[in-house]
């Protein structure tokens, strides 16, 4: 059981994709008001001929469940394949496939589906396609089946009923199999069972696009006729691979490309002079933290743990590292991932606010540091990831501050290969920039709930800190099973503030995404969520506008 | 002989290639990080998950056996199939699409380098010291030295956003959009490699007609087409084609970067895809393949070394 409980999300893709992809507080967004209205320019409800997006890789696979990135090639194919609910940013559920969802038991869940919907090779849709689907997406050989915790079994249970079981009771269960399942034509995957995924077998969908000439640059998707629902306003999209930065913008001033999800949020300075060009943002689960081993001398000593939270200037690295667009932590999760379980953003900020405080202070660092048993400072290595261009500036930052402390930090260049397979192999031991980590559900279970406790250290697990307590190891299984709210917020505040008192963690912040709408183009919401991107709403959402 | 020539290069370039894909599946194996993590991120996954993965990949396999049977599926024409680049995918379809795009780019740069590079260096040769020279000169010395990042960021500005002229990325579809999304990532390579052609060509036209047969062909008369043609050229050839064969080899690995900033598929890209990802069989698959055009285009080289130079063919008698 334990070994299916709340794994991380943290990835080496979404090392890049969090770090590089993710990006700060929009300025410039032009929201859309009430009144349809996007700053000066007004939406409209025409359809929209064609529309250009710039992908910063090629998408690795068309089935979402086989794809080496499943959250990128979530972001196009779940316009092919349809998600059964989308859920939004707030949490929020939006039916699609799924007419209704119940929940009898912790370890249950039963979709009742819309009736009518049709494959796009005409065939109906059915529950065995919709049990056929969530089994390939949460088992093995899945790469999906790393993220959907405790799965057991997916059955027909009606006519158009699909039940799904649990082997434990595990929290956000409906968010990750809304998250992770794209439904597809089972009898058409089957015969395709060795190439699946690939040019010669994409997956049959229900969805509002179908895809054409997939090639190594980009993919194109045109929208079909019969689709069931509220048709998309784009008929044809094309997803337009341009891995550089540089060129995404010159192919934007000429009007070749329409949205970019910004791969250097550094830039968006530069994506927002560009004439017409509007640059949304949205906050994101990213995480960026420092972990110290509590277990190795000298960070098995509380104050020199102390001494250190107080010598990071978060402000500073906000700017210097991610352009001055990035929210600071304050715990070591997001207030989204807290909101739910805490019965509402309120109590949930309000607890933020009350966890100890660990400001850039030179003063109290140098008086913790005098407290410790290395008073007179001592050496330690801090490795930055040259893929990661914010760990370097969190490390030199890092180093100089120490230095005043007497604290001598040498900073190493790695790569994000050999920086993952230290983690695989728990040798990321010591003083560790964390980075990449992502809470993607609205539970706190994730990636919390692997971050601490004895069952997370060692190979193949998260506790970068290999951190403890009585009252984590009281708190973790509580934390890590659906259950009661109030009991399980208790559990979240515990570890939370136990993270913060032994400073074993210092949060630091979390990238929003950005997105960049070409001249003439908004999306109605106003915004781009990370949520949006997965499942395809980005897309779904996008409108002309009238100048 | 000259079929005996040809055999023993092809043998050695065999020997070559298996000894290139050895390295690499080693340094691949020895680097850190391996195709599972790659496939997986760092997601903390399931036994079974894993397992499973190891299984399908025979990623548990020892090295030797892992190479083994790399090995005897290219004897059977079979480069495997791609792990995280393009899951599923055999690398022989890969790489069929990525080769014919980089192929045509460094065919279209060859061409612009020929065209461009080989007038102006003659010219600059046989007018050593006069004004031309001394442009042209210049001209080489700026390209050369030209960073081609910048170079390609401002031939997209000025022709792709400023002007229009010519389309910012991609590849196009058809001979005419082909040939249009092609011509700046082309000119771009060009214009560093025409500089070293112009260079060579320079000097080995100053060379030539430097040499008392060219002297003693004046003096009798002839005239300067024909002292340019059949004595000028023809000498100085020999240099000429073997910087050729050096600047296509060029244009097999400038491509890279190149093809990251015009956003074209190519194998260059396609290379740092599967290196960053650590998908062994398509590094593999690509290493062969640009192997095996370097070998080529050497022989191709050495070839035609015989056919315009009476020296070297006896040379490779005597050596055969």
Redesign the interface.
């Known amino acids: 059981m334990t070994?299916?409980r709340a794994?991380?999300?943290?990835?080496?893709?979404?090392?890049i994709a969090t770090v590089a992809l993710l990006a700060l507080s929009a300025t410039a967004c032009a929201g859309a008001g009430t009144d349809g209205e996007t700053g000066k320019a007004k939406v409209t409800d025409t359809d929209i001929a064609s529309f250009t997006v710039?992908m910063p890789?090629?998408m690795?696979?068309f089935d979402r469940a086989?794809?080496?990135q499943p959250y990128v090639t979530g972001s196009v194919m779940s316009l092919v394949t349809e998600p059964l609910e989308r859920v939004g940013d707030d949490g929020n559920y939006t039916p699609v496939l799924a007419e209704k969802v119940t929940q009898p038991d912790a370890a249950t869940l039963v979709y009742t589906l819309r009736e009518g919907v049709k494959f796009s090779d005409g065939q109906d849709l059915t529950a065995e396609d919709v049990a056929w689907s969530i089994t390939h997406t949460a088992a093995?050989?899945?790469?999906t089946?790393?993220?959907v915790r405790g799965f057991k079994s997916a059955s027909v249970s009606g006519p158009r009923e699909v039940t799904v079981k649990f082997s434990y009771g595990a929290p956000a269960a409906r968010e990750t199999i809304a998250n992770a399942t794209l439904i597809q034509e089972k009898a058409f995957a089957t015969a395709h069972k060795?190439?699946?995924?690939?040019?010669?077998a994409i997956p049959v969908g229900t969805g509002p696009y179908q895809v054409q000439s997939p090639?190594?640059?980009?993919v194109v998707l045109e929208r079909r006729k019969s689709y069931w629902g509220t048709k998309p306003k784009a008929r044809t999209l094309n997803f337009?691979?341009?891995?550089?930065d540089?060129?995404?913008q010159?192919?934007m001033?000429?009007g070749?490309?329409n949205m970019r999800r910004l791969t250097n949020v550094k830039t968006a300075g530069q994506w927002r002079g560009i004439d017409g060009t509007t640059v949304v943002s949205a906050p994101s689960g990213s995480l960026n933290f420092l972990a110290m081993d509590v277990t190795k001398a000298p960070f098995d000593d509380i104050h020199v743990r102390q001494a250190i939270s107080h010598s990071v200037d978060v402000p500073g690295v906000i700017k210097a590292a991610w352009g001055g667009e990035a929210t600071a932590l304050r715990g070591l999760l997001p207030l989204s991932s807290l909101s739910d379980v805490a019965g509402g953003r309120k109590t949930a900020q309000s607890y933020l606010d009350s966890l100890p405080d660990h400001t850039f202070d030179l003063g109290k660092a140098k008086a913790e540091l005098a407290k410790s048993a290395h008073p007179d400072g001592f050496s330690t290595t801090v490795q930055y990831v040259n893929e990661v261009p914010s760990t370097k500036v969190l490390a030199l930052s890092l180093q100089e501050n120490l230095k005043q402390l007497r604290i001598d930090v040498k900073v190493k260049a790695t790569?994000?290969?050999?920086w993952?397979?230290?983690?695989?192999q728990h040798k990321l031991t010591g003083l560790t920039l964390g980075f990449?980590f992502t809470a993607d559900t609205h539970d706190p279970s994730n990636p919390l709930g692997?971050m601490v406790g004895k069952e997370n250290i060692g190979p193949?697990?998260?506790n970068l800190a290999n951190f403890t307590t009585p009252q984590v190891e009281k708190a973790l299984p509580v934390l890590s099973a659906a259950g009661a709210d109030a009991a399980r917020w208790k559990a979240t505040t515990t570890i939370l503030s136990q993270i913060a008192e032994q400073a074993a963690y210092v949060p630091l912040a979390s990238e929003d995404v950005l997105v960049a709408f070409g001249k003439g183009y908004v999306s109605v919401t106003g915004k781009a969520t990370t949520a949006d991107i997965g499942n395809g709403a980005w897309l779904l959402n996008i409108r002309a506008t009238q100048q | 002989m000259i079929a005996v020539f040809v055999l023993k290069r092809i043998g050695a370039g065999v020997v070559l290639l298996l000894v290139l894909s050895f390295l690499v599946f080693s340094l691949l194996s020895l680097s850190p990080g391996t195709p599972l993590q790659a496939l997986l991120g760092t997601r903390t996954a399931s036994p079974e998950l894993i397992d499973s993965l190891n299984v399908r990949y025979h990623l548990n396999d020892p090295f030797v056996v892992q190479y083994g049977r790399w090995l005897g599926d290219v004897v059977r024409l079979d480069l495997g199939s791609s792990i995280s680049v393009q899951g599923g995918t055999a690398v022989g379809d890969i790489l069929g699409e990525r080769l014919a795009l980089t192929a045509e780019l460094a065919l279209y740069a060859l061409l612009l380098v020929l065209t461009v590079g080989l007038p102006l260096g003659m010219a600059a040769g046989i007018r050593r010291g006069r004004r031309l020279d001394r442009a042209v000169s210049l001209g080489a010395t700026m390209a050369i030295s030209a960073p081609a990042f910048v170079m390609a960021i401002v031939l997209l500005y000025i022709f792709g956003v400023a002007l229009k002229w010519f389309p910012v990325y991609g590849t196009g579809t058809g001979f005419t959009e082909r040939v249009s999304h092609l011509t700046l990532p082309a000119v771009t390579l060009a214009t560093v490699l025409s500089a070293v052609l112009i260079r060579q060509t320079r000097a080995a036209m100053m060379n030539v007609m430097s040499q008392d047969y060219v002297a003693f062909a004046r003096l009798r008369g002839l005239s300067p087409r024909r002292i340019l043609v059949r004595y000028a050229l023809r000498n100085a050839s020999l240099p000429v084609i073997t910087s050729l064969g050096l600047i296509l080899v060029s244009l097999l690995s400038s491509t890279l970067f190149i093809e990251q900033v015009f956003s074209l598929p190519g194998i260059g890209t396609l290379l740092l895809q599967a290196v960053t990802n650590t998908d062994v069989p398509v590094v593999q698959g690509t290493v062969l393949i640009l192997g095996a055009a370097v070998i080529l285009i050497n022989l191709a080289v050495d070839l035609l070394s015989l056919v315009v130079d009476p020296r070297v063919r006896l040379v490779a008698k005597e050596g055969a």
């Open positions: 070994t299916d794994r991380p999300t943290f990835s080496r893709r979404s090392a710039a890789s090629q690795p696979g086989l794809s080496a093995p050989p899945a790469q089946s790393a993220s060795s190439d699946l995924g690939t040019t010669k090639s190594a640059s980009g337009k691979t341009i891995p550089d540089n060129s995404a010159l192919a001033r000429s070749e490309v790569t994000l290969n050999a993952s397979a230290q983690f695989y990449g692997a193949q697990k998260a």
